[in-house]
């Protein structure tokens, strides 16, 4: 099935380090998730969007909902070493949930 | 409330054999979607079980199957086990409704660690 295009695909940062990902498609969708997923576990719902252009925190993360309906960007600020893991975004539409390939995350201490 | 139970969280199977996975939504959501997860693939889409019925299917071949059960508990089951089998199987819950202003959020179980051998 389709997948969205998320950027980067890894990253290694130095601990205290802001981060951003982003995520982008062709088409436009209704909601925007991003997760977060821990080696051997279920991906964890971090932020969900529900409006083009709005903007949605959650502690030291902020996840928008792009103006075009066609992307979406996660800010991590000051990254801590339990960061660490795989990130994906999630576009919905109507029924039908598409994700992106992830982006990997190191924090170096 | 619950979140999304899988079972069981581990499983070691042998070529040819088959398997069910089971997933118990969490209360009140209607829809149960299936995704094979294995290191360099994403996640795959498989199928989505809405009120008992198959509502979306993914590209996978005839012996991957499910069910939905009218509490809304889904299993999957693999037939016919092949090597390439091996992978997280992550089932995911949500509300199922579709209209574009829906809060329509998927959740995630913890995954069934399938491992053919």
């Known amino acids: 099935g389709q997948q969205l295009n998320q950027s980067p695909q890894s990253m290694f940062i130095q601990e205290g380090e802001d981060v951003s990902m982003n995520c982008t498609s062709s088409?436009?969708?209704?909601?925007w998730l991003w997760y977060k997923q821990d080696p051997g576990e279920g991906p964890v719902l971090l932020i969900a969007?529900?409006?083009?252009?709005e903007l949605t925190s959650n502690g030291r993360l902020t996840a928008q909902f792009g103006i075009t309906r066609k992307d979406s960007f996660l800010n991590i600020s000051a990254s801590i070493p339990s960061d660490v893991g795989i990130y994906f975004c999630?576009?919905?539409?109507?029924?039908?949930?598409?994700f992106g390939t992830g982006t990997s995350l190191t924090v170096i201490p | 409330k619950a979140g999304v139970t899988q079972t069981p969280r581990y499983l070691i199977k042998t070529r040819g054999q088959q398997v069910t996975l089971s997933c118990s939504p969490i209360?009140?959501?209607?829809?149960v979607s299936w995704y094979q997860q294995t290191p360099g693939q994403g996640l795959q889409f498989l199928f989505e079980?809405?009120?008992?019925?198959?509502?979306n299917k993914g590209n996978f071949p005839g012996r991957f199957s499910g069910r939905q059960f009218s509490n809304s508990r889904s299993e999957m089951n693999v037939s016919t086990l092949e090597l390439g089998d091996s992978a997280l199987y992550l089932c995911?819950?949500?509300?199922?409704?579709?209209?574009?202003?829906?809060?329509?959020?998927?959740?995630f179980g913890a995954g069934t660690r399938l491992s053919v051998l």
């Open positions: 995911a819950s949500s509300p199922g409704t579709a209209g574009a202003l829906a809060k329509n959020i998927q959740y």
């Open positions: 088409s436009i969708f209704n909601t």
């Open positions: 969007l529900y409006k083009a252009g």
């Open positions: 999630a576009g919905r539409r109507r029924i039908q949930f598409y």
């Open positions: 209360s009140g959501h209607r829809s």
């Open positions: 079980y809405f009120s008992e019925t198959q509502r």
